[in-house]
């Protein structure tokens, strides 16, 4: 059965205090791992797609990156805008399978 | 480019009753799919459509669940009766096609069955 497990599951930084989110899973035959961002309130939205292992991706101060068995989101002098929930999902079919999330609070 | 819709936000309704939920998803695309997020626990996945045919309703919990899109545009979710169990957040994305596998996904309908 496919997993997905993220950790933290809370993250507390400080304006600048650069860190990283941990996403580790268990899938045969993985056709992608997907990064999303949640707001309260909203939907999914979506960040970054990784598909083999040794792949990076960045946008402003994210950059994702994948191994067989993880992927990491790093965060880079993060400010109070990137306080959110950020989730990994894996794609073996077509469904998306999730984890529970990390929710990052940047604070001032 | 309008994104994925979803309607209502928010429903609150007693157990037994019937709730409907609807998708509209980004024009042009073939793929909806709908997730489900209860307290606590993951998004897990319920069902994919491809144009107006169920390719994937694997993740339904039981019959008294019914999804439907017609003509292949938007789809409605049905919930009935509705149990304590159903309360949680509904979403609903869509991607262009098989291929293209970035999922979009709508802010998601809140139901709470009192």
């Known amino acids: 059965e496919d997993q997905v497990t993220q950790s933290p599951e809370a993250l507390r930084l400080q304006e600048g205090e650069s860190s990283s989110l941990n996403c580790s899973y268990t899938v045969s035959g993985l056709r992608g791992l997907f990064w999303y961002r949640q707001d309260p309130g909203k939907g999914p939205e979506f960040l970054f797609t990784?598909?083999?292992a040794g792949e990076e991706k960045e946008k402003e101060r994210l950059k994702a990156t994948l191994t067989k068995k993880e992927s990491f989101l790093h965060i880079t002098a993060p400010k109070p805008e990137d306080s959110a929930t950020y989730l990994c999902?894996?794609?073996?079919?077509?469904?998306?399978?999730f984890g529970k999330g990390t929710r990052l609070s940047v604070i001032a | 480019e309008a994104g994925v819709t979803q309607f209502p936000s928010h429903s609150v309704i007693e157990k037994g009753q019937t709730v409907t939920l609807r998708c509209d998803p980004i024009s042009g695309h073939d793929n909806l799919y709908w997730y489900r997020r209860v307290m606590g626990k993951e998004i897990k996945f319920l069902l994919h459509?491809?144009?107006?045919?169920?390719?994937?309703e694997s993740g339904m919990p039981n019959n008294r669940f019914l999804a439907e899109r017609t003509g292949g545009t938007y789809s409605t979710l049905k919930v009935q009766p509705a149990e304590l169990e159903d309360s949680g957040v509904y979403f609903c994305?869509?991607?262009?096609?098989?291929?293209?596998?970035?999922?979009?996904f709508g802010p998601g309908t809140r139901l709470l069955v009192l």
């Open positions: 990784l598909y083999s």
């Open positions: 994305a869509s991607s262009q096609d098989r291929g293209q596998e970035t999922q979009y």
């Open positions: 999902a894996v794609r073996r079919n077509t469904p998306l399978v």
């Open positions: 459509f491809v144009k107006e045919s169920k390719q994937d």
